[in-house]
């Protein structure tokens, strides 16, 4: 007897809630895999197996009750006949037989407990090892944690994709071969562990917020994953930075709706529609910045968190405090010093002291090469240019930032400043 056909109605349907599941979930999915393998290509293989079942057998059977539970429940058994497969021709055949008897014993149903023992939590702890350098720790959890390409993750690096794809391949051999328990650390191990966290998920949610690559400003998946794990690490370890790090992030996706029209176009800060801005997120956002700043340990993340506090209590682009924005910049780049936060320090400065003086400081920053290639400070140059009525100028500056920048709306937005510069 077989099966009724589907109509292509109904396959188009499964597809796009597979596609939805994707997008929502295939992160948990694959970190709970993580945690049932111990063994990150493994896993991999056994999400993509699983989704690739869910297309096959969801328009027959019907989608389940819960899609996360029978894709974990798919990956493993997928992964267990990969592994059958394997244990007769591989090296490590000892350890491939330990898996397999310990995954006969496992039940997958316990990967739904949402609780502090998250799967995600506990992945990127495990990703920020000490035992793995810097770069690969960042690198990793961006891969597997926000899903991110290697060529995404190579671009905000500013390093080639080869080279980013063999930081990846060499910190999961790590972390295989050292046997790296997929745990969160213990209580007196947490705080050497967790600046690594927090510099992870600050990567993470930047990429939400400005997206590297695409057709979208900004990615709401990667941000919301960032805040959600943020306030798990508050919720594990309420240290002053984390708290700082988590009112930042609030603060700045509270703007999200408001960065773009409704053909997804860019909207610069100044030129945004103030009332679109998430109040609920801003009063969060600042409740938590004041409590990170009552702190004695104040750090970069609190710090930015300010900024934006103050950028949220303008009711007016025109009324924020530029003044107490350039004092916060200061302070920040006195204990996180880097070209980045110097460049933000001049656009601060320009709005305060007028755009010659924020041109003279971006000028010297670029004449020293570090952000030759960072298409921003090309576009805060030729903005200031343009401000100050030097139209061929901020045309080149403008041409130069657009040859640098890989995201579409970020593209159209130059383009129509240059438009609007020649006519």
């Not at 009724?4 to 939805?20: C, F, G, H, K, T």
């Not at 700082?244 to 030129?271: C, K, N, P, Y």
């Not at 640098?404 to 383009?415: C, D, S």
Request: one cysteine or more; glycine letters at 4%.
């Amino acid at each position: 007897m077989t099966a009724d056909p589907v109509s292509p109605d109904d396959a188009a349907r499964v597809r796009e809630i597979v596609d939805r599941t994707y997008r929502d979930d295939s992160r948990r999915v694959l970190a709970t895999l993580i945690r049932l393998f111990g063994d990150f290509d493994i896993a991999e293989e056994a999400l993509h197996d699983a989704f690739v079942a869910a297309i096959e057998r969801w328009p027959v059977e019907g989608v389940p009750a819960n899609p996360r539970t029978w894709l974990v429940s798919a990956g493993r058994f997928k992964a267990i006949d990969q592994i059958r497969r394997r244990v007769a021709f591989d090296d490590r055949r000892p350890e491939l037989e330990r898996q397999l008897t310990e995954l006969s014993q496992e039940n997958p149903v316990t990967a739904e407990a949402d609780d502090i023992g998250d799967d995600r939590l506990r992945l990127v702890f495990t990703c920020c090892h000490p035992a793995l350098s810097a770069d690969a720790q960042v690198a990793l959890t961006l891969h597997t944690i926000g899903g991110l390409t290697t060529e995404e993750i190579a671009h905000a690096f500013l390093v080639p994709a080869p080279t980013l794809a063999q930081r990846i391949v060499r910190a999961k051999g790590k972390i295989r071969d050292a046997r790296i328990p997929y745990e969160i650390p213990a209580a007196a191990e947490l705080p050497d562990r967790l600046d690594a966290v927090l510099a992870t998920l600050y990567l993470i949610f930047n990429e939400g917020y400005s997206a590297t690559f695409g057709d979208t400003v900004t990615r709401a998946d990667l941000c919301g994953e960032a805040i959600r794990l943020g306030r798990l690490v508050v919720e594990l370890l309420p240290e002053p930075e984390a708290i700082g790090l988590l009112a930042m992030m609030l603060l700045h996706d509270s703007r999200r709706a408001a960065r773009t029209d409704g053909g997804g176009e860019l909207i610069v800060l100044e030129e945004q529609d103030r009332a679109r801005w998430n109040r609920e997120q801003i009063r969060e956002g600042r409740e938590l910045t004041e409590r990170a700043l009552r702190a004695r340990r104040v750090g970069p993340y609190a710090i930015q968190a300010a900024i934006a506090a103050v950028h949220a209590d303008a009711a007016r682009s025109d009324a924020t405090d530029w003044a107490q924005i350039v004092a916060f910049y200061d302070l920040l780049l006195n204990m996180n010093p880097s070209p980045v936060v110097e460049l933000n320090r001049a656009a601060a400065i320009a709005m305060k002291d007028g755009p010659a003086r924020g041109l003279d400081l971006i000028n010297a920053l670029l004449a020293r090469g570090e952000l030759a290639n960072y298409h921003l400070a090309h576009s805060a140059r030729a903005d200031l240019l343009r401000r100050l009525g030097r139209t061929d100028d901020s045309l080149a500056a403008y041409a130069t930032a657009l040859k640098l920048t890989t995201q579409e709306p970020e593209r159209r937005f130059m383009e129509r400043r240059m438009a609007s510069l020649k006519r």
